[in-house]
């Protein structure tokens, strides 16, 4: 299985310029998540959703924007990209958290950088 | 903000166990403690996860104190590809909100 796969790897943007980074996996995962990785910092939670048209704000969800449309993607879209957006984003999946089986799956990031 | 307190980075020799603390002494009752880790910038890796009995899988134990206030992740025989940052987090299961809230973890630098 591929589990969670990001689109692009790397981006460089201008200031102002819009773009959108894919996340879709394979696992059938209702739960999903968008997080940012500042250098030398930990991740922080952008936005998350718990399965097909629901979304919610995490920590830092100024100028960003999710879709759930399918249970396998969700895309997170930059409007009007400003430096402070450079960043690593990772997008991660999990099943519902009941029970005891509810370890998150992380893709492998995608590196921006807005000049 | 993160729940959790651990050290910023610590070293241990290759073929030694390392032996990783957090503090989470905020912890509520339906609150479980996650480990993950990130190698070079790499997405993070699930590690292992417990409530209030100790635990062990083929990557790590965790030891959780009684009162639920700290635990420690145990990589019995450090090898240099255990060379990350270990992130213990805590979270519920509550009404399907579940979010993991990194802090900024441990550096572990594996020495041969």
């Known amino acids: 299985n591929a589990g969670v796969t990001q689109t692009p790897k790397f981006r460089i943007l201008k200031i102002g310029q819009s773009m959108t980074l894919q996340c879709t996996q394979d696992?059938?995962?209702?739960?999903m998540y968008w997080y940012r990785q500042d250098p030398g910092m930990g991740l922080k939670l952008i936005y998350y959703s718990v399965g097909a048209g629901i979304t919610d704000k995490g920590e830092v969800p100024n100028g960003y924007n999710v879709s759930r449309s399918t249970t396998e993607d969700f895309p997170l879209r930059l409007e009007l990209a400003a430096p402070s957006q450079t960043s690593v984003y990772f997008c991660?999946?999990?099943?519902?958290?009941?029970?005891?089986?509810?370890?998150?799956?992380f893709g492998q990031g995608t590196r921006l950088t807005v000049v | 903000d993160a729940k959790t307190t651990q050290p910023p980075s610590m070293d241990c020799a290759e073929g030694r166990a390392a032996n990783l603390p957090c503090n989470h002494s905020t912890i509520s009752g339906n609150e479980y403690v996650y480990w993950y880790r990130q190698i070079h910038s790499q997405g993070p890796q699930y590690i292992i996860h417990g409530l209030k009995n100790n635990e062990t899988n083929e990557m790590a134990s965790l030891i959780i104190t009684e009162d639920r206030k700290s635990s420690t992740l145990i990589l019995p025989h450090a090898t240099l590809r255990d060379t990350a940052v270990y992130y213990c987090?805590?979270?519920?299961?509550?009404?399907?909100?579940?979010?993991?809230?990194f802090g900024k973890g441990t550096k572990l630098t594996v020495n041969p």
């Open positions: 696992m059938n995962h209702n739960y």
């Open positions: 987090i805590v979270s519920h299961h509550q009404g399907g909100s579940e979010k993991l809230v």
């Open positions: 991660a999946s999990s099943k519902p958290p009941t029970g005891w089986n509810t370890e998150a799956f």
